[in-house]
């Protein structure tokens, strides 16, 4: 660890950490479950780690967890996969996530912004009548517990109130953001075989309105399953035949009934980016996301009843779904539709103020883009609600959170948060007690046995190694779909090292207990045997004003060489000339070390992305490798795959 980072960027106050929800927790915990009553987080984390039956007992007993049918136990079978969680427990998630209705009938629940950023509140007594309303409406559709009701809707509040009443009802809920193509669509929910389509017919973004009647045509038309589909007229138009209107299903004013289903019984279907072959169709349980979603949201997050939560996402992420959480935890949750940069950069800060905000979260992208914009968040916004700033995505560079502390406020809780779809939650980030050092996670999260492994499989500190997670997490998939035989699942995280869970980054696990990821490790570069995360020269890279972003490759070559690239991205004006190659190399070289410094440096017209917004690097490691286009990628889950044409040409001219 440098001496640079020996001093914390901020520390939180001590009645900042009285005050904090985990600190409450851990005194709670010591006196009714045997935790340790000193020694802070730490302490805390490792006795969670040690007695898993013991602290999610704790969990389910502080969030007050409502068991239809109560539990034989916390952990029946405890190896990985196939974990089995209280078992013989019944319950609901949508009846928790309604729970607010109860006492705060008329305070928001959720609040809508569109790109006029101007919000508008639905309450919790309407959210928990639509809710009613549309549930009741789906049995009487036929929907029973089990089958899978999808949605192509943007971030509005039609899409919440169709994920509670799908959960109400037990049914499986799976989503895909409008933007999203029919093929991208269709990969997904083929899969899954929906029998209910909810669907608008289209969105604004950008200022701009983008028709969708055509894609959703073409979904009916190749989802043979469905047996309803039901229109949200976002941009006004009439539904199409046979379809049926929003309005007439959410109208009804009925008490709401919540199936109790198993504590494994699924709740959604989420997808990996799927760049490679058809997108993994990852299935999570209702229990196992309830009673994770209340610890990383109310103990992590350190969110309840008086905040506002704001997450820059669409529906075909599972930031979406972590954003719905929060409304297990009494909060009011902000659903922003539109651009997150329209009319201009600043435009999710502008959002941020408007709403409230107290806890928002946003990209790393986002942060970057806006220090290269020269935005001034604190000078130009009111952001004195905002407690917290969150990331994810890719990791936070020290750049990024040296600028959050300047541009928003110093005394501002920086969370850079790690995990993945596949949990659907955190395994690294936001700890409300203790200090934020640059460029760090705070720590690995309760109940997470998060460590870092060499290939021979031994734990290591102040070094790099695999992401592994040695115990069960409730919220792991209990299954992907048409995996009968469980091979897919096990091949995803248990081939490496049998039992326990490799989810395929590189980490830094600190002596003092904060994390350092530093990229994927399946497309790691490896120079003359020494492991190089892509993250930290795209972080050297893209402080130089001239590029606009960076995709680093390490290719293995067939004579035992290595050739590693790095493709540029340039800003509007910039050339690579002479002056420019020498300064990129010159950076690398100082800020890392020579081995970082690329083969070549290559000029492209842009660097691709999956539909969620993160750069792929193992199918452009295909590609050129010769791999053809449609073997490398699946073309679906590209927000642009006329990029890619690029580094296919590329590989056939060094061929």
Same mark, same amino acid.
């Given at each position: 660890?440098?001496?640079?980072?020996?001093?914390?960027?901020?520390?939180?106050?001590?009645?900042?950490?009285?005050?904090?929800?985990?600190?409450?927790?851990?005194?709670?915990?010591?006196?009714?479950?045997?935790? $340790?009553?000193?020694?802070?987080?730490?302490?805390?984390?490792?006795?969670?780690?040690?007695?898993?039956?013991?602290?999610?007992?704790?969990?389910?007993?502080?969030?007050?967890?409502?068991?239809?049918?109560?539990?034989?136990?916390?952990?029946?079978?405890?190896?990985?996969?196939?974990?089995?969680?209280?078992?013989?427990? +019944?319950?609901?998630?949508?009846?928790?996530?309604?729970?607010?209705?109860?006492?705060?009938? *008329?305070?928001?629940?959720?609040?809508?912004?569109?790109? !006029?950023?101007?919000?508008?509140?639905?309450?919790?007594?309407?959210?928990?009548?639509?809710?009613?309303?549309?549930?009741?409406?789906?049995?009487?559709? =036929?929907?029973?517990?089990?089958?899978?009701?999808?949605?192509?809707? $943007?971030?509005?509040?039609?899409?919440?109130?169709?994920?509670?009443?799908?959960?109400?009802?037990?049914?499986?809920?799976?989503?895909?953001?409008?933007?999203?193509?029919?093929?991208?669509?269709?990969?997904?929910?083929?899969?899954?075989?929906?029998?209910?389509?909810?669907?608008?017919?289209?969105?604004?973004?950008?200022?701009?309105?983008?028709?969708?009647?055509?894609?959703?045509?073409?979904?009916?038309?190749?989802?043979?399953?469905?047996?309803?589909?039901?229109?949200?007229?976002?941009?006004?138009?009439?539904?199409?035949?046979?379809?049926?209107?929003?309005?007439?299903?959410?109208?009804?004013?009925?008490?709401?009934?919540?199936?109790?289903?198993?504590?494994?019984?699924?709740?959604?279907?989420?997808?990996?980016?799927? +760049? +490679?072959?058809?997108?993994?169709?990852?299935?999570?349980?209702?229990?196992?996301?309830?009673?994770?979603?209340?610890?990383?949201? =109310?103990?992590?997050?350190?969110?309840?009843?008086?905040?506002?939560?704001?997450?820059?996402?669409?529906?075909?992420?599972?930031?979406?779904?972590?954003?719905?959480?929060?409304?297990?935890?009494?909060?009011?949750?902000?659903?922003?539709?539109?651009?997150?940069?329209? $009319?201009?950069?600043?435009?999710?800060?502008?959002?941020?103020?408007?709403?409230?905000?107290?806890?928002?979260? +946003?990209?790393?992208?986002?942060?970057?883009?806006?220090?290269?914009?020269?935005?001034?968040?604190?000078?130009?916004?009111?952001?004195?609600?905002?407690?917290?700033?969150?990331?994810?995505?890719?990791?936070?560079?020290?750049?990024?959170?040296?600028?959050?502390?300047?541009?928003?406020?110093?005394?501002?809780?920086?969370?850079?948060?790690?995990?993945?779809?596949?949990?659907?939650?955190?395994?690294?980030?936001?700890?409300?007690?203790?200090?934020?050092?640059?460029?760090?996670?705070?720590?690995?999260?309760?109940?997470? *046995?998060?460590?870092?492994?060499?290939?021979?499989?031994?734990?290591?500190?102040?070094?790099?190694?695999?992401?592994?997670?040695?115990?069960?997490? $409730?919220?792991?998939?209990?299954?992907?779909?048409?995996?009968?035989?469980?091979?897919?699942?096990?091949?995803?995280?248990?081939?490496?090292?049998?039992?326990?869970?490799?989810? =395929?980054?590189?980490?830094?696990? !600190?002596?003092?207990?904060?994390?350092?990821?530093?990229?994927?490790?399946?497309? !790691?570069?490896?120079?003359?045997?020494?492991?190089?995360?892509?993250?930290?020269?795209?972080?050297?890279?893209?402080?130089?004003?001239?590029?606009?972003?960076?995709?680093?490759?390490?290719?293995?070559?067939?004579?035992?060489?290595?050739?590693?690239?790095?493709?540029?991205?340039?800003?509007?004006?910039?050339?690579?000339?002479?002056?420019?190659?020498?300064?990129?190399?010159?950076?690398?070289?100082?800020?890392?070390?020579?081995?970082?410094?690329?083969?070549?440096?290559?000029?492209?017209?842009?660097?691709?992305? !999956?539909?969620?917004?993160?750069?792929?690097?193992?199918?452009?490691?295909?590609?050129?490798?010769?791999?053809?286009?449609?073997?490398?990628?699946?073309?679906?889950?590209?927000?642009?795959?006329?990029?890619?044409?690029?580094?296919?040409?590329?590989?056939?001219?060094?061929?």
């Amino acid at each position: 660890m440098s001496t640079e980072n020996a001093t914390p960027l901020w520390q939180p106050d001590p009645e900042r950490i009285a005050q904090a929800q985990i600190t409450r927790f851990q005194a709670w915990t010591a006196e009714h479950h045997g935790a $340790p009553a000193d020694g802070g987080y730490p302490a805390l984390h490792r006795w969670s780690v040690d007695e898993p039956e013991a602290f999610w007992k704790a969990v389910t007993e502080w969030f007050g967890v409502r068991f239809t049918s109560p539990y034989a136990r916390v952990l029946g079978k405890r190896s990985m996969p196939g974990a089995e969680w209280f078992p013989g427990a +019944t319950l609901n998630y949508a009846e928790h996530a309604l729970r607010a209705a109860e006492t705060r009938a *008329d305070e928001p629940a959720l609040l809508h912004v569109d790109e !006029t950023h101007e919000p508008r509140p639905v309450s919790w007594s309407e959210l928990r009548r639509q809710v009613a309303s549309l549930a009741a409406e789906l049995r009487t559709l =036929g929907v029973r517990p089990g089958d899978r009701v999808s949605g192509y809707l $943007p971030n509005v509040p039609q899409a919440v109130v169709a994920l509670l009443a799908t959960a109400a009802v037990g049914g499986v809920w799976t989503s895909c953001a409008p933007d999203f193509g029919a093929r991208s669509v269709l990969d997904r929910f083929q899969q899954v075989e929906p029998v209910v389509l909810f669907t608008v017919d289209g969105y604004r973004y950008g200022g701009k309105e983008h028709d969708r009647r055509d894609v959703v045509a073409e979904l009916r038309r190749e989802l043979p399953t469905l047996r309803a589909v039901v229109h949200i007229p976002l941009l006004g138009s009439d539904a199409p035949e046979g379809a049926l209107e929003w309005s007439a299903l959410t109208a009804g004013d009925v008490e709401p009934v919540f199936e109790a289903v198993p504590f494994d019984h699924p709740l959604w279907v989420l997808y990996s980016s799927g +760049t +490679t072959g058809l997108p993994k169709a990852i299935v999570q349980s209702q229990g196992g996301i309830l009673v994770e979603h209340l610890k990383q949201l =109310g103990l992590h997050c350190d969110l309840g009843p008086e905040d506002r939560f704001f997450w820059y996402t669409s529906t075909g992420w599972m930031m979406w779904n972590f954003l719905v959480s929060g409304l297990l935890t009494g909060t009011t949750i902000v659903l922003y539709d539109g651009s997150p940069g329209y $009319p201009d950069t600043g435009a999710q800060w502008r959002v941020a103020e408007r709403t409230g905000a107290t806890l928002y979260g +946003t990209s790393a992208a986002y942060v970057m883009a806006c220090r290269k914009a020269g935005v001034h968040p604190g000078r130009d916004f009111d952001l004195s609600a905002v407690r917290c700033v969150a990331t994810t995505g890719s990791p936070l560079p020290p750049d990024g959170f040296r600028w959050l502390h300047d541009e928003v406020r110093e005394d501002l809780w920086i969370a850079s948060v790690s995990g993945g779809t596949d949990v659907c939650s955190c395994f690294a980030g936001a700890v409300p007690t203790l200090p934020v050092h640059i460029g760090e996670l705070q720590a690995a999260c309760l109940g997470t *046995d998060l460590q870092s492994w060499d290939a021979s499989g031994q734990p290591v500190i102040d070094e790099v190694g695999e992401l592994v997670v040695t115990n069960p997490m $409730p919220s792991m998939p209990i299954h992907f779909w048409n995996d009968p035989d469980g091979s897919r699942y096990h091949d995803s995280y248990f081939d490496m090292f049998p039992g326990v869970w490799r989810h =395929g980054d590189w980490i830094t696990i !600190t002596s003092r207990g904060s994390v350092i990821i530093h990229g994927r490790s399946d497309s !790691t570069l490896n120079r003359q045997g020494v492991r190089m995360g892509s993250a930290d020269i795209y972080e050297a890279v893209e402080r130089l004003p001239e590029i606009k972003e960076s995709l680093v490759i390490g290719i293995e070559q067939p004579d035992g060489g290595y050739w590693m690239p790095l493709f540029v991205h340039l800003a509007p004006g910039a050339v690579l000339d002479e002056a420019l190659l020498d300064r990129i190399k010159r950076t690398i070289r100082e800020q890392l070390s020579p081995r970082h410094v690329p083969d070549e440096v290559i000029e492209v017209p842009g660097v691709p992305h !999956t539909l969620t917004g993160k750069r792929i690097e193992v199918p452009v490691k295909r590609l050129l490798q010769g791999t053809p286009l449609e073997k490398a990628v699946n073309p679906g889950s590209i927000d642009n795959l006329e990029l890619l044409r690029f580094y296919e040409d590329l590989a056939r001219k060094r061929a």
